[in-house]
Every structure is written in C-alpha cells, then in structure tokens.
C-alpha cells in the first residue's frame, strides 16, 4: 500500500513543445504542460468539458525520450508523483508550483500538432 501514498496516472495533450535543459551537474530535465479533458452534463442536460492544466517535470532517461519523442498536442499516459516547492522570485514575492514528476511515460495514438 506504500507504493499508493503519492501516485498520479494522467492521460492528457501536451499544451506546449518541452523545455529540455541541462543541469551543472549533468543531469537532464524536461518541463512541459499538459491538458486532461473531462466531459459530462450539467444539471441541464447539456454537455460540458472541462480542462485541468498540469505542470510536468521529468528528469534523465525519461527527459531524453521527452526530448526525442513528445511535441505540442501529442497525445501521453504518464505515472508519477505530487511534487510540490517554493522559491522566491526576483522582486522577493514567494511563489509556491506543484509539479508531477514522471517516472513512466507512454505515448499514445493521436498525432501530435507542428508549430
């Protein structure tokens, strides 16, 4: 039951091509949004979809297939975890980011979109 504590399982679209970047000390870091659509009726009957953005993190072997394989629009499974930190910004305001960290990553059928 250990394994269940912090686990998120998303399938959604990419809103943006990934920032890949390095770190000093080697280690390779992929940063993209992602959209999950969820759709029902309201108490009116009528169709309603609602979209919730994510921020998401991967790092090392999962950033270099986020770099080689995932662009705007494509279409992803991925399995992770709830990271949450905090920073200051440069004009000294304390900003708080929750984040998912992958761990697994599975591309699925739809075609991603060409910027």
Request: glycine content about 6%.
């Amino acid at each position: 039951m250990n394994a269940l504590r912090n686990k998120v399982q998303l399938i959604g679209n990419l809103g943006q091509t990934p920032e890949i970047r390095t770190t000093d000390s080697g280690k390779k870091l992929a940063k993209f949004s992602m959209a999950t659509n969820e759709v029902y009726r309201s108490s009116t009957g009528e169709k309603v979809q609602e979209t919730q953005w994510h921020n998401v993190v991967a790092w090392d072997k999962v950033a270099e297939i986020v770099e080689k394989h995932l662009n705007k629009g494509t279409e992803v499974a991925i399995e992770g975890k709830l990271i949450h930190r905090n920073y200051t910004d440069k004009d000294g305001n304390k900003k708080y980011v929750t984040e998912v960290q992958v761990n697994e990553l599975l591309l699925l059928g739809s075609k991603p979109v060409i910027d």
